[in-house]
């Protein structure tokens, strides 16, 4: 079963203050986290136990998952 994706409402309004070409990258890579979102990223430690970071580029994804719903939430 796929997740979706919650974005968290700083995240999504920095997305959009994003250039277009460096949004849809971001995007781009955010939509391979439906299928699994356990995969390339790196778990953290400290304040962020239990979320995790993906790199894109020069950005740094913070997301963490809620298995019972199936949702990936989502920071930039």
């Not at 740094?60 to 998952?65: A, G």
């Amino acid at each position: 079963m796929a997740y979706q994706i919650k974005w968290d409402k700083r995240a999504y309004k920095e997305l959009k203050g994003l250039e277009v070409k460096d949004a849809v990258n971001i995007l781009n890579n955010l939509n391979k986290l439906y299928e699994d979102p356990n995969d390339p990223s790196k778990e953290l430690k400290g304040k962020f136990k239990n979320k995790f970071k993906l790199r894109i580029g020069n950005f740094r994804i913070i997301y963490w998952i809620e298995e019972k719903e199936k949702i990936v939430g989502s920071l930039l």
